[in-house]
């Protein structure tokens, strides 16, 4: 119950195109869904992050899409660059709870 | 902007040897943690510490880890006999308030147990 699973674990977009990447959970005290960042050799940035209490949050290119319903999460990055190309980890964490990570998505943005 | 800083960066260490991993949050924040990532694997909790104790640990953090905050700035990670399965990249990260709002990441201590 305090799984957090990811898809794809990975993925090759071309320059241009939109990144989707999926999770679910099942724990329904998680209140707190935080997408990070994360380049070879470096810490998780966070990028984006989101709360049930809206179905989605868009910054930039980013977009969090949220179905409390189906207990799922979405990463969207739309026009994805090379720069883009990273792991992406979704995250999940209960009300001072800790914060729980999927198993990541290597990305992959072809020029 | 500020940052979480770690060192070492990378510590090469025999089994059974101690090992402390040394952090300094960002100096607003109250809360504290440390991650570790296995190669090519997802990020875990280990712990987390808030008001100089822990607040939270996983079954991972067993009796041979311990966490201090010796001064007022740095936040350490102690392994105390490392073991072949401890090497991995070690993130410390803080946060202003509790879980649930941003918590930042240090770039990681990358830990190899021979």
């Known amino acids: 119950q305090q799984q957090v699973k990811q898809s794809p674990q990975s993925l090759i977009v071309q320059k241009g195109g939109i990144s989707i990447i999926n999770c679910a959970y099942e724990n329904t005290a998680f209140d707190y869904f935080p997408w990070y960042q994360q380049f070879p050799g470096k810490g998780p940035a966070l990028l984006i992050a989101?709360?049930?209490?809206?179905s989605e949050k868009k910054e930039g290119r980013f977009t969090i899409s949220f179905n409390k319903s189906a207990k799922q999460f979405s990463l969207h990055i739309m026009d994805s660059q090379p720069g883009d190309s990273a792991t992406y980890f979704c995250a999940a964490s209960p009300p001072w709870g800790k914060l729980i990570f999927g198993q990541g998505t290597e990305l992959s943005v072809k020029p | 902007e500020p940052e979480v800083t770690q060192t070492p960066s990378h510590q090469v260490t025999q089994m059974g040897q101690e090992v402390i991993l040394r952090c300094v949050p960002i100096s607003n924040h109250l809360y504290f943690y440390w991650y570790r990532q296995i190669l090519g694997q997802k990020v875990e909790f280990l712990v987390s510490?808030?008001?100089?104790?822990?607040?939270?640990k996983s079954e991972i953090f067993d009796d041979q880890f311990s966490v201090e905050r010796p001064d007022g700035s740095n936040f350490t990670l102690k392994i105390r006999s490392t073991k072949l399965e401890d090497s991995a990249m070690y993130f410390c990260?803080?946060?202003?308030?509790?879980?649930?709002?941003?918590?930042?990441f240090g770039e990681g201590s990358w830990l190899t147990v021979v």
């Open positions: 989101i709360r049930p209490d809206v």
């Open positions: 510490f808030y008001n100089n104790e822990i607040s939270e």
């Open positions: 990260a803080s946060s202003e308030q509790g879980t649930g709002n941003t918590i930042y």
